[in-house]
């Protein structure tokens, strides 16, 4: 039976959030997470954007988390050394009603202090990106907007919190939230109890699966699907494109990843079910027609890959709040769109929910506040990459062709802390298998490169953990007779 | 009497050729357009027989299996029988190509032989 | 990083790589060098364990492996050098080259001229937007090839294949031959991409049914894959509705096209056609920068190896004498006209004194029997070639001889088209 302080159920960008601002205390700090990597639901599935603040109602809580989290992510990229652009964001004006209707915007975004916002003529936004559809009539422009990728950004607050002592627990789902007499005890996890007299939840679009009889808002998941394009792609924008916004959604938005890759999506569905990640036709069909409407030149040429992500829906807000009965339990739920960019605000807004449910907080001296940046040979020049080489020649060995990736980077994601244990995860952690070849090549790599750093053998490896093993038999196994020995093969 | 088709795969004008047997012998064939595609034709008839290429097992190298061949056409049903077989071999390196991995396989005067050169 | 002085460099050491620069090392060219990613060069033919290789080129019955082990055997006699995992990052239009790999570091060469040889890729699932959820289990035919046949692993037992191109219809055999059940062969088109022989030996002889017609739709199964839903599809090649059928199964192997590799063709400023995918050559398989020579899968999709090594020698060889020849002069344009999908090459000088006869390489649109493809200059007919049948998977190679050649405008550009027929 292991004690804490402080257990996360959790280990989606919000929970890592969490983690690393509780990290700042001397506590004692577990994280449990149901799948064996981090960022493997929500957080992954995103449109990896940290919004300006413009079009969001400073009345809701997401709203205002959006505009206090904003400005913070200079120093906390740089602090974690996470791939981010203020890229700009542009709210267009495709009609007259939505001319009006974004200038009213506009002044409530310079109220609500988005920096530098301002309007831009229909000459000016075409002179900025060419490619928007002429009939456009103006935008909302945002330079605070910006793009982040979300895997490395989930990953580095987790790995940051690790380093100032906050232990995780992969691959362990959290069953049950455990009381007495409406206090919280802990959790009971498929390996046994971990003990702790606050706990948050923020399982995403599963925080209310653990006990019925906890005061937690139904969880509805949203569906939103994307098309990412070739880096080659000739249409090509630099800023993030939206459209007015709708009640329920941002709409379908045309942006520029942090790593160059045209993206656009996602469209908002209500789905049954947790686990519903398909593409469907319509969907992809209503992405790509949207994104027509704002970039016309878009067509499917050059997509290299279609996902769907799913959004924790608890009502037409975030549900961040400590519970009634039992006492000790925070919520950090519902946590849909702007989740990505809210998170490290909403980090300090537990920590300050838990301090209030009477958790004495010391500020731990120790504490670290920068994670390394990865070793990423390819931002570095000839010159530069051949002394790195020289030093370490598993820099020299360039696995994944498509984006360049080498041995050694592969190494470095797999034997971090909290690495890379499946395909997926390598790939979200250095790229390698993400390019236009989708793995093709590099995948037979990546399976003997998984066994030579984290031991795991080729038949044991897996896309993304459970049952999503990517070779079943050996060769030659399916010819022997049922009972036949076949292990010394 | 017994009436079968194919579909000629000599050349890319794929003919379709007919024949008529009883008890196994070729009585009558027509369709080819070629000599080439008459002897196909007969043989494919009567005895169809396949080059078998596989791997087969190997140690003391960077790639796992061996690829090997048969060194002229088996009885195409003697196939998976053969596989069967290879299933159970196992080599080690060095092995050239052309070397014989198994002689004379299932009596048949076809020698299943390595179809590469593998060192360490 | 040290530079290094080379005559001829080579991207590739796959057929198209080791056939150029072979010939061009017995051409004249003394130091020529293969840069090769893999281990060990061979390219694709490691993993090609099936015979029907070498058919035209050297009269015999080979398989891959074995078509691949005669040019690296003849690199090694006639002093090709080769480094292997090494991958080449920038080529550049001065003929620069900029390599890395564990064993030397990075490296920066300066060649008199360059073969680029890197060959093609396989489309994927995305590519050809195949929806529903994605487990794994879904690989590239070649992709699962390698596994097979190299690194020794199957990928499952229960499979479905794709697309019924060459790679397709090779792997549900080898699949079977593993023991796998091959739920069917799926193709969109209402006839296949691969040769009749395949269709013959590799499904008909195990049963395998293809479905003509039919493709795959949407992928199930939440970890790994447990079925497809296959639709068949009408003339312009949309689903059916009304017609899913739902196949389980626990792998999905994907034929559905190979495109050239061309990111480094990019890099070297060579210009692109957009028929082929590839460079635009001449008929010396020169690209559009001067001294960059292009060769094999990188070029055009062949569908045989002996076609590549045809190519490649071309290339080669030119490729050797480019130090010495004299510039270029006034290339002919060659314009792809009704019935043919692309031309190789798409550009040709006639103005130079040829004894060797020039290959023309083309693929048509659709199947047809018993047409004729003619050259045309200026809306004039010029030569004709009979063709008893022609269809979309197999190339078209025509050679037209000195004599032939004399028949046309010097400084024109030249048109092929497919006419007649049925």
């Known amino acids: ?489 | 009497m017994e009436e079968k088709k194919l579909i000629c795969v000599i050349c890319p004008v794929g003919c379709e050729v007919s024949a008529t047997l009883e008890d196994g012998e070729l009585k009558d064939i027509n369709g080819y357009r070629c000599a080439q595609g008459e002897e196909y034709a007969r043989e494919e008839f009567t005895s169809p027989s396949r080059i078998l290429t596989a791997t087969v097992w190997i140690k003391g190298s960077r790639v796992s299996q061996l690829p090997v061949r048969s060194n002229r056409p088996l009885p195409r049903p003697k196939l998976e029988e053969v596989m069967a077989l290879l299933a159970r071999e196992k080599l080690e390196v060095p092995i050239k190509e052309g070397q014989i991995i198994i002689e004379n396989i299932l009596g048949t005067g076809a020698d299943i032989v390595s179809s590469r050169d593998l060192e360490k | 990083m040290k530079t290094y002085e080379i005559d001829v460099l080579v991207v590739g050491g796959g057929p198209a790589g080791l056939g150029a620069a072979i010939k061009a090392r017995e051409n004249g060219a003394r130091k020529v060098l293969v840069l090769e990613r893999d281990f060990e060069p061979g390219g694709i033919l490691n993993q090609c364990i099936h015979n029907g290789f070498g058919l035209q080129y050297f009269s015999a019955e080979l398989t891959g492996t074995e078509y691949a082990g005669r040019f690296i055997r003849r690199a090694g006699q006639t002093g090709v050098e080769i480094q292997t995992d090494t991958m080449v990052l920038d080529v550049k239009p001065s003929r620069e080259v900029i390599t890395s790999s564990a064993k030397y570091g990075l490296q920066r060469f300066q060649a008199k001229s360059i073969v680029l040889a890197m060959g093609c890729r396989e489309r994927t699932r995305d590519a050809i937007q195949i929806y529903g959820s994605r487990p794994s289990g879904i690989f590239t035919a070649g992709t699962a090839q390698r596994f097979t046949n190299i690194e020794g692993f199957i990928p499952g037992r229960q499979v479905v294949v794709l697309g019924s191109g060459d790679i397709g219809l090779i792997m549900a055999r080898r699949m079977k031959l593993e023991g796998c059940e091959v739920q069917g062969v799926y193709e969109l088109l209402p006839y296949t991409n691969g040769l009749s022989r395949n269709v013959v030996q590799c499904l008909n002889d195990f049963s395998i049914p293809l479905y003509l017609q039919q493709t795959v739709t949407s992928i199930y199964g939440g970890e790994r894959i447990a079925g497809v839903t296959t639709q068949k599809v009408d003339k312009k090649q949309n689903p059916l509705p009304g017609t899913e059928e739902y196949v389980p199964c626990d792998t999905l192997l994907l034929s559905v096209g190979l495109i050239p590799e061309n990111e480094l063709s990019r890099k070297a400023g060579v210009r692109i056609d957009s028929r082929t995918g590839g460079p635009l050559v001449d008929q010396n398989r020169m690209t559009t920068v001067p001294g960059i020579f292009a060769c094999g899968n990188v070029v055009q999709v062949h569908d045989l190896a002996d076609d590549v090594t045809v190519e490649s020698e071309i290339a080669g060889l030119a490729a050797a004498g480019f130090a010495e020849e004299e510039p270029p002069g006034k290339k002919a344009r060659v314009l792809v006209g009704n019935g043919l999908r692309y031309v190789v090459p798409q550009e040709i000088e006639l103005s130079r004194n040829r004894e060797e006869p020039l290959l023309l390489f083309m693929r048509a649109e659709l199947p047809r029997r018993k047409v004729n493809i003619v050259i045309s200059q200026g809306g004039m007919e010029k030569l004709k070639f009979p063709q008893p049948f022609i269809k979309p998977g197999e190339i078209i190679a025509l050679s037209v001889t000195s004599e032939m050649l004399g028949e046309l405008e010097i400084d024109q550009d030249i048109e092929l088209k497919v006419e007649g027929g049925g």
């Not at chain 1, 003990?195 to 939103?224: L, Q």
């Open chain 1, 1 to 489: 039976m292991k004690k804490f302080d402080v257990v996360i159920i959790g280990g989606g960008v919000v929970g890592c959030a969490i983690a690393r601002e509780l990290s700042r205390y001397n506590l004692k700090i577990a994280l449990v997470e149901k799948e064996t990597e981090l960022g493997s639901g929500t957080s992954k599935a995103n449109t990896g954007l940290v919004h300006s603040g413009v079009n969001v109602d400073n009345t809701t809580l997401k709203g205002r988390l959006n505009l206090q989290a904003n400005p913070l992510f200079d120093r906390l990229t740089f602090e974690l050394n996470i791939p981010f652009v203020r890229n700009g964001s542009l709210v267009i004006a495709q009609n007259r009603e939505d001319r009006q209707a974004l200038l009213r915007d506009l002044d409530e975004a310079r109220k609500n202090g988005v920096k530098d916002v301002r309007w831009l003529s229909r000459e000016e936004l075409l002179g900025k990106e060419p490619a928007i559809n002429p009939d456009s009539l103006g935008a909302i422009y945002a330079p605070s907007g910006g793009i982040i990728c979300p895997f490395e950004y989930t990953l580095a607050l987790g790995q940051n919190a690790h380093k100032n002592g906050v232990v995780f627990f992969l691959g362990n789902r959290v069953l049950k939230i455990l009381q007495e007499k409406d206090r919280v005890l802990g959790v009971e996890t498929e390996r046994g109890r971990l003990i702790a007299p606050y706990v948050v939840n923020a399982a995403g679009v599963f925080a209310d699966e653990f006990d019925s009889a906890v005061d937690v808002p139904g969880i509805k998941t949203r569906r939103g699907q994307y098309l990412v394009y070739d880096r080659d792609y000739p249409v090509q924008i630099n800023n993030t494109i939206f459209p007015r916004p709708t009640e329920v959604s941002k709409g379908i938005i045309v942006t520029p990843t942090v790593h160059g890759n045209l993206m656009i999506g996602p469209n908002a569905e209500e789905v049954e079910g947790k686990d519903s990640l398909e593409t469907t036709a319509a969907g992809i069909n209503e992405v790509i027609k949207g994104a027509q409407k704002l970039v016309p030149d878009i067509d499917t040429s050059a997509v290299i890959r279609m996902f769907s992500g799913l959004r924790a829906v608890a009502s037409s807000d975030f549900v961040i709040k400590s519970t009634k009965k039992p006492r000790g339990l925070v919520l950090a739920a519902g946590i849909q769109s702007p989740g990505l960019t809210a998170a490290p605000v909403i980090g300090k807004l537990v920590v300050e929910l838990i301090e209030e449910l009477g958790l004495g907080l010391s500020p731990k001296s120790s504490f670290q506040a920068e994670r390394p940046s990865p070793i990423r040979v390819g931002d570095l020049d000839y010159e530069e990459r051949a002394k790195l080489v020289e030093k370490d020649n598993n820099y020299g060995q360039v696995v994944c062709r498509c984006e360049g990736i080498t041995r050694g980077e592969i190494r470095d994601a797999i034997l971090a802390p909290l690495g890379a244990v499946t395909i997926d995860g390598i790939k979200r952690r250095t790229r390698a298998a993400s390019g236009r070849c989708q793995s093709g090549f590099c995948g037979p790599r990546l399976v003997e490169l998984l066994k030579e750093f984290a031991s795991i053998s080729p038949l044991e490896a897996t896309l993304r953990g459970g049952a999503s093993r990517i070779l079943k038999y050996r060769s030659k196994e399916l010819l022997f007779k049922a009972g036949e020995k076949v292990e010394d093969l």
